[in-house]
């Protein structure tokens, strides 16, 4: 079982900055992706940013720029540095975890962003 802790949420103006961090405990295998996804109200979750265990990241179209994902192995634990935040920005962040190996996944809780001024 794995364990997903999210933090770093919350109220920002337009073009502010939050960094939102996740750690993972539990039975960690050595290689996986983790990233943040979001969901804002009535629409689909999606992808936001991913890294992998050999530091490859991949992003959406629409934070290119303005997000950063990074991450601490030996603390299991990813990093979401937003800049630049847009409304459209608002959403619940979820962080996530899929292991190459065995292909499972799992889900954190969620932390709110919201992005008004």
């Known amino acids: 079982q794995v364990q997903l802790v999210e933090s770093g949420g919350g109220l920002v103006q337009p073009g502010g900055s939050l960094r939102l961090s996740c750690a993972a405990s539990?039975?960690?295998?050595?290689?996986?992706?983790m990233g943040w996804y979001r969901q804002a109200p009535g629409k689909q979750r999606e992808l936001v940013a991913t890294?992998?265990?050999?530091?490859?990241?991949n992003y959406a179209d629409s934070v290119k720029g303005r997000f950063t994902i990074s991450s601490d192995r030996t603390k299991n634990t990813v990093f979401l540095q937003m800049n630049s935040l847009k409304p459209e920005d608002t959403a619940v962040y979820y962080c996530?975890?899929?292991?190459?190996?065995?292909?499972?996944?799992?889900w954190g809780q969620g932390t709110q962003v919201t992005v008004s001024s």
């Open positions: 539990g039975s960690i295998f050595s290689l996986y992706t």
């Open positions: 890294i992998t265990t050999g530091s490859s990241t």
């Open positions: 996530h975890i899929q292991f190459s190996i065995t292909d499972i996944s799992y």
